[in-house]
């Protein structure tokens, strides 16, 4: 593994060019090849000169501008360029030089090109980082400060490097409690310099950094030791959620070292390197603002620091607080008026099923722990892995070996729309009814609802419901993922048969009395919608609930929630599912909530996230990528909305055992395309701050991928 | 609401004391009553004589030490004498001023005593901050990252203030940078002083202090507003989890403005100040190493700068695989040998009813998908809130109004343990066999299973399971709280009894078959531990395991697992259950796994705790204090081991509908002890960095309650 460490400063002026030239003199006098860069100078005072004249590395400045001030101030190129300028240098030096030392520019925060601080500069490549300490008075202070900033920006801090005393007093101890703070094992000292020319003082003091070599040296050894065998490791003891460990082993694993905006940063195949990987799933399809995003890992220390955890029961804190108002108002639905928090979407769906069957028994009069109560819902839906919310979906591979699972309700089948050669197209399976329109322009005809004509879904949707309730099915929640059911197979569902649905179902009394029409409460059945993948922004909307312009009586988000971090979820209800259980009872309350039930943290995360996510772009693939994607031979139709784009292969065997998507994951592995394969669908999400530079990345290798010039 | 501001400086000799005597002397100009308070001096230049000199403010040092270094060097108080002695000035001086400024040493982190860094050591106090930033060439940097170690301490850093330009040069942007970073309304400047005597200077400039002043005047009051306001608006949004909404209303709310160690700061009845509020249900039982704890706040913040999150299927990241190999190292279990990831305790559950239902099936024959299988299980038992983990409790007040809720199962009764009148008495309900010994001088010899017989136990035990089966029940696993049943009333089982069920379900073939011993695979059925409560040194050791003196298959850790700050569970297991789901087909594997299971910050938020508590005490509540609160009247029953005690309070009306303890809960209020009602029993549970002052103090304040002298 490469030995590259990029040196900050707790502060400017602290001596990390004197720290760099004694490490260079040191090495190159014992025959190592070194070489030193600059990414940034700015003013007279070049410091790559200073280290060539001092030692025999191989010096260089990248991007240098005259006037002495914060490169802020003074540099004018972009981050991109930079990091690409220094990204190319690390590769062309790695082949000559096997110590590449990288200075930084003033403090660890001191601001750089398009504003952004050193630390965020320079966290796309995250080199191994050696801080180099304040010895003044106050330093202790600046010096753990700095580090602190380096680590909220997810660096690893190797070493801290400080001169033995300072340049005002001998001794303020500065050196000893780094030691004790730090561990001694990783702080090295230096004596400090004289005034003036360093020449002698170089070649008397270089000698002291060959420990500081030693550790350097030690570090990238069992760091490369670590990762390498940290799959083998996995393997071993891990359970892996979803898999099939007999599938599994130490070559499958990847080994994820870090992440940045759309990327992992994964060990190579060949274990010689770390290399950025565009996470295609999302991780699951929770990233919205990016990896290691460090605004929000300082909201998330923030509320720690603040809070850690703090009980919801009979008591309120500003994160929870705050973040219920701004989901209320984001999700912008009159009905929904209260807040249920929990930990993930299973948990938040399994909320939404206790608040509906019990609104429904209440409604209807019908005794409550009646368990053949179940759901309506769609085919191929999936809300989450423990068994209540198992028991909301059909029979399938998901659930058929869960001992508990209960198939409980009835599932409609439904028209899909996708693109396919260029049109958006309706397709329908055996025994649903068309509509007039089955063909579109564009993917905004497709939803532009008001003038479509429901009535032959609507027919169909009451015949299906009379029937069943005729044959003795008690039904006590519509429950639906709106536009796109993830797990299922990203299938992409007419709007406009969503809308039917939900707007039959309340046009039915399902206890077979007269219907009593009252805008405030729910009528026919409690419709949940389930916008755990949908929501928050993910399809470019804060809630799906537009585009079926039907609106919930309840609903769950979480995901991208966060902005992909931590954990959460959202239950909204509306007044008339919140007043079914108020009683004189506390037996009647929703007897639910877990532990960690509105986590400050994760709430003041969500916070974070959303205030940043509501001015986020909303549309991210190319249409014209889109286009030509689905005149592709083996491609059965494309759906691209929001942040998301699924492509259906054709394949005879479709859905979750299909196999054909697996030859396209390998291709797209070798393009450096992290996929997580589902049947014959191959999709992608990335972050709402993705650039464009970063969505023409991702689009020219799937185009490689599918040999599209 | 008081103006109390402590003032904080991004670096040491960047102005604190010039700004403050700026503030004193424009606020008395205008007839304001001002205190300024220095915690600590060191050395002969004496801050408050400056201020004194300059301004008709009262000023005050209340700790002095000749020494002129960093505190550290030179203080020999303690963190609890300093805050003490802040704390009552700040009482004191309440009286007589309307304005308080408290001045810290150095930097942001400038350490002080017992090696405190100055925003951890004044944390308890919280004061909202000033932060006085650094003007010079290095400035933007130094004074970012201070703010951020304040922030990730958890304070409110309230305004920015910044001389206009540095020492040694005209203009460095630093101002201007600041306005942009940190919000233009919230930074303030002043004009540079000149060197030596200031006293023009502050006549000249004082005045530029305004509109510091209405600013944190408009803070305070927006800042009483809207904490006075909290519990309204949380009445009217959030949907309580566990609670009767109609005994719920904004005077029932508490307002956690934010939490310390034990405590929360909470808003006084009379909404005038935020007092400190004993946590004593440890907020849901989370609370293990201090709320608002900055080493795990940071490590939060490490994990969310190096990843965010990161998918864990087929992947591996350093703090989900140095979690699990932590995990498994310190429950010491030579049968888990598997680490599942989920996200709450009641995840964790289900994750262990599928592998120990699958594994149960596979080994007997049995139709996986055969929804008759239950769970053996103790009276009482509660594992969760989603149904499966309902399911595995019989039914109860929790689970009657779950539609979807079924008994799975057979619950045994048991008898429990509990200190009365100084001695550990064993209490039998009806049907269950007595053994030799039921009364013990010290819990130690309760625990010293191997010195008791449990024939009795084990008979009965086998007799019972027997009738079970012939009556036609079917089972899949056994599944236990190990010592204490946390939700069903914090009832303490004989260990003997718990010991004896495991081993007799052990030595019982329930297909009817031979028994196959092998020590290496599960016998009878998978036995799990529910650990979520009483696992991760809840009760002093790291898994109650140990107790029990009998191995589970499958073990469910969650709660204290990341010291009280973020939902995360493990589920462990033994390769004989992880072996079951080994086949061809990917349908046959454990197809669960969250969005965020293994979620890198929760896990390495884990790691820095488990690392902490693995040297924390063991044992907290006073043996004399537990011997006494035995011999109460009202007392039925007393259990304490590790941080809980469990006080069980005569009632004929045991249970969860009890409400004989609410009076002993409005008393514990008044005392400022927060607790959580739990029918008959009024429980605690401290954190296990807790002091022996702490433990005393609140002891103290549980003898008042109960009127003990």
């Known amino acids: ?296 890992a300082l909201a998330a220390a923030e509320a720690g620091g603040r809070y850690g955890h703090v009980i919801l029961a009979n008591t309120i804190h500003e994160p929870a607080l705050e973040l219920a108002k701004k989901v209320l108002k984001y999700t912008n639905n009159p009905r929904l008026s209260r807040v249920f928090y929990s930990d993930n979407g299973s948990t938040g769906i399994e909320v939404a099923i206790k608040m509906a069957l019990k609104s429904t028994c209440v409604r209807y009069g019908w005794d409550v722990s009646d368990g053949s109560i179940g759901v309506l819902g769609l085919k191929g839906s999936y809300h989450g892995d423990t068994i209540g919310a198992m028991d909301c979906s059909e029979p399938s591979v998901f659930n058929k070996q869960i001992t508990w699972y209960k198939n409980r309700g009835f599932w409609f089948d439904y028209p899909t729309v996708t693109m396919k050669k260029g049109r958006w197209v309706l397709d329908f399976p055996d025994g649903i009814p068309k509509v007039s329109k089955t063909e ?111 609106l919930p009586d309840i609903s769950v988000h979480a995901k991208v929630l966060t902005g992909g971090t931590l954990p959460l979820c959202i239950t909204t209800a509306s007044d008339s599912i919140f007043n079914s259980f108020l009683s004189d009872g506390k037996a009647d309350a929703l007897l639910h909530g877990h532990s960690y039930t509105a986590n400050p943290i994760a709430c003041n995360v969500a916070l974070a996230s959303l205030e940043i996510l509501k001015d986020c772009r909303t549309t991210f693939w190319g249409e014209d990528f889109v286009n030509e994607l689905s005149y592709h031979p083996s491609v059965d139709g494309v759906f691209a909305l929001g942040t998301v784009l699924a492509i259906h292969l054709k394949d005879s065997n479709s859905g979750y055992q299909s196999t054909i998507g697996s030859e396209f994951h390998k291709t797209l592995r070798s393009l450096n395309i992290h996929t997580r394969p589902l049947g014959n669908v191959v999709y992608f999400m990335c972050g709402h701050n993705s650039s464009n530079d970063d969505i023409n990345s991702i689009q020219d290798r799937i185009k490689t991928a599918f040999n599209i010039q």
Chains 1, 2 share one sequence.
């Open 1 to 296: 593994m490469l030995k590259r460490f990029q040196i900050f400063g707790a502060n400017t002026d602290v001596g990390k060019t004197i720290f760099t030239t004694a490490l260079c003199k040191y090495l190159t006098g014992i025959g190592e090849r070194v070489s030193y860069l600059k990414p940034i100078q700015t003013g007279d005072d070049y410091d790559h000169k200073h280290i060539s004249r001092n030692s025999q590395a191989f010096s260089e400045n990248i991007f240098h501008y005259k006037l002495a001030a914060s490169p802020h101030l003074s540099a004018d190129i972009s981050r991109r360029e930079l990091i690409s300028g220094l990204s190319n240098k690390l590769i062309d030096h790695s082949k000559h030089f096997n110590w590449i030392f990288v200075e930084t520019a003033g403090g660890v925060l001191t601001p750089g090109p398009e504003n952004y601080l050193q630390a965020d500069l320079y966290r796309p490549l995250r080199l191994p980082s050696i801080l180099v300490a304040d010895p003044n008075l106050g330093g202790i202070s600046s010096t753990i400060s700095a580090y602190e900033s380096l680590k909220t920006r997810g660096y690893d801090v190797v070493s801290v490097l400080s001169f033995n005393r300072s340049k005002n007093a001998d001794f303020y101890g500065n050196l000893e409690f780094f030691q004790n703070h730090f561990g001694s094992n990783k702080v090295f000292s230096l004596d400090l310099p004289p005034e003036g020319e360093l020449t002698n003082y170089y070649s008397e003091v270089s000698s002291q950094m060959q420990p500081v070599i030693d550790y350097l040296e030690k570090y990238t050894k069992e760091k490369h030791e670590y990762v390498s065998n940290m799959a083998a490791e996995a393997e071993k003891i891990i359970w892996y959620p979803f898999s099939q460990h007999k599938e599994i082993n130490k070559g499958t694993i990847t080994t994820i070292d870090s992440a940045y905006g759309n990327d992992f940063y994964s060990l190579s195949k060949d274990k010689s390197e770390i290399v950025p990987q565009f996470d295609g799933s999302a991780s699951w399809w929770t990233q919205g603002l990016g990896h290691g995003n460090s605004s929000l």
């Open 440 to 550: 579109f322009d564009t993917i905004e005809d497709v939803f532009e609802l008001d003038s479509r004509d429901p009535t032959p879904y609507k027919k169909f949707v009451k015949r299906e419901i009379n029937r069943l309730t005729s044959e003795g099915y008690k039904f006590g929640a519509l429950m639906l993922e709106p536009v796109l059911l993830g797990a299922g197979g990203m299938k992409s569902v007419d709007p406009l048969f969503q809308h039917a649905l939900v707007e039959s179902v309340r046009e039915i009394q399902f206890d077979g009395s007269e219907r009593t029409v009252d805008v405030n409460t729910w009528s026919g059945l409690p419709v949940i919608y389930d916008e755990v993948f949908t929501g928050m922004y993910r399809l470019g909307k804060p809630s799906s609930t537009s585009f079926i312009k039907s």
